[in-house]
């Protein structure tokens, strides 16, 4: 009795498992010769990003990323400064139609042989999805040393504003890399 009861739990959980979302996926890369132990300072590279998307051409939508990545670097001990700063920061945000299809139902029978027998059909359901990028650059090589990534479903702008803390947030915890 007590196995079935195991058995039971144990098939519970794997599909509890199998409906939960997946977690945006997070990536960066890295610049393998940067002495990332040197980096002390940071600033802003003046440039602001190339609109890709009037959502993302919002001076708030702006403000909202600088304050976020501001924080996360001030956290992991990087000290903003204008003059001669170790590293040059700059991000991009774009906004774009995705679509994501499923599969409808399909099904075994028995002929004279087991057969597969398509059932149902593709659904199909756009959304939009937000990306954010952000890049550190060596100031004095001029070269890109690091750049992290992520990209998750949005609505509007307000739904892109309450995501962005957390974006950065999960972008930056992969700074400095772990080699």
Same mark, same amino acid.
């Given at each position: 009795?007590?196995? =079935? ?11 509890? #498992?199998?409906?939960?979302?997946? #977690? ?9 010769? $940067?002495?990332f132990e040197? %980096? ?15 959502? *993302? ?8 990323? /600088?304050?976020a990545v ?22 991009? $945000? ?10 409808? $139902? ?5 002929a004279w042989?087991?057969?597969?027998? #398509? ?7 756009? %959304? ?5 990028? =952000? ?24 739904? $892109? ?6 974006? *950065? ?9 772990? /080699?």
């Amino acid at each position: 009795m007590r196995r =079935i009861r195991i058995c039971l739990l144990l098939i519970f959980l794997t599909f509890l #498992a199998a409906c939960a979302k997946p #977690a945006p996926r997070v990536e960066s890369s890295l610049d393998w010769q $940067a002495d990332f132990e040197q %980096y002390r300072s940071w600033a802003w590279l003046d440039r602001k990003p190339a609109p890709m998307d009037t959502m *993302v051409d919002d001076d708030l939508i702006d403000q909202f990323v /600088r304050l976020a990545v501001t924080n996360e670097l001030e956290r992991k001990g990087l000290v903003q400064s204008a003059e001669k700063p170790d590293l040059m920061v700059k991000y991009q $945000a774009r906004v774009q139609e995705a679509v994501a299809a499923t599969s409808g $139902a399909s099904g075994f029978s028995y002929a004279w042989r087991w057969r597969r027998r #398509a059932e149902g059909g593709v659904q199909q359901e756009s %959304y939009r999805k937000g990306t954010l990028i =952000i890049e550190l650059i060596d100031r004095e090589k001029n070269t890109l040393v690091w750049r992290g990534l992520t990209s998750r479903p949005i609505g509007d702008r307000q739904d $892109a504003s309450a995501k962005i803390p957390e974006a *950065v947030r999960e972008i930056l915890s992969q700074y400095p890399p772990q /080699r």
